[in-house]
């Protein structure tokens, strides 16, 4: 079993529309936990971290369900700039530790439409 | 402030070739990480550094494969004799020790497309 699964979408959402990913994770040690974004043939960049009770960043709302171990994001009023593939991390160690090891899932596509 | 910058940004090669990849991270960031993506594949780790000592190398595919940070700034990471199955892109990543908020955050450099024929 991978150690991170994501929806790999497409999904395709019209300006305006909101969108939820969700993502699970196989080791219940996990402890930190991160979406990030990666556009086309670029690399992945930090969207925005996960915590415990949940939180929100403008139009992005992350949660963490530790019970079942499962992430999900949420955006709402999509805009054409948030087409990109968005990949759900995660962290075997706390926030600073030196297990620095990254769990990647394979990323779910988002196309946001005029 | 400049990013985690990598080299090449390309390559080709043929089988049985080595190539030798170099990342700079961020100026003060004593972690560096290598991973790679193949094709079809999710992101994976394959090493960790801690200033020029190996704190994780489990992920390595392979001893074709060997990463070095002399120094603890830049590091390489060599495949010799190169494989098909190792075309994919391999990033590089830098992060803080411990510190403040957020600064175990891994900033990811843009990749090095390697394709082995």
């Known amino acids: 079993r991978k150690e991170v699964e994501q929806d790999p979408g497409p999904f395709n959402v019209p300006e305006g529309a909101t969108v939820a990913f969700n993502c699970t994770y196989s080791n219940s040690a996990s402890q930190s936990f991160f979406w990030y974004r990666q556009d086309c043939r670029k690399e992945p960049k930090l969207l925005m971290s996960?915590?415990?009770s949940g939180n929100e960043d403008g139009r992005f709302t992350a949660q963490l369900n530790r019970a079942s171990q499962y992430i999900s994001l949420l955006i709402r009023d999509s805009k054409l700039s948030d087409s990109a593939t968005y990949l759900c991390v995660v962290n075997m160690g706390p926030r600073g530790s030196t297990l620095g090891r990254l769990y990647f899932g394979r990323g779910t596509q988002l196309t946001v439409w005029p | 402030e400049a990013g985690v910058t990598q080299f090449p940004s390309h390559s080709v090669i043929e089988k049985g070739q080595t190539v030798t990849l170099r990342c700079d991270p961020i100026?003060?960031?004593?972690?560096l990480y290598w991973y790679r993506r193949v094709m079809g594949k999710e992101i994976k780790f394959l090493l960790h550094?801690?200033?020029?000592?190996?704190?994780?190398e489990s992920g390595m595919p392979n001893n074709r494969f060997l990463a070095e940070r002399t120094g603890g700034t830049y590091s390489t990471l060599k495949v010799q004799p190169a494989e098909l199955e190792d075309s994919g892109v391999y990033f590089c990543?830098?992060?803080?020790?411990?510190?403040?908020?957020?600064?175990?955050?891994?900033?990811f450099g843009p990749g090095t497309r390697l394709t082995v024929l």
């Open positions: 550094f801690v200033k020029e000592s190996k704190q994780d």
């Open positions: 100026s003060g960031h004593d972690n």
């Open positions: 996960v915590y415990s």
């Open positions: 990543a830098s992060s803080q020790v411990g510190g403040r908020a957020g600064a175990d955050t891994q900033y």
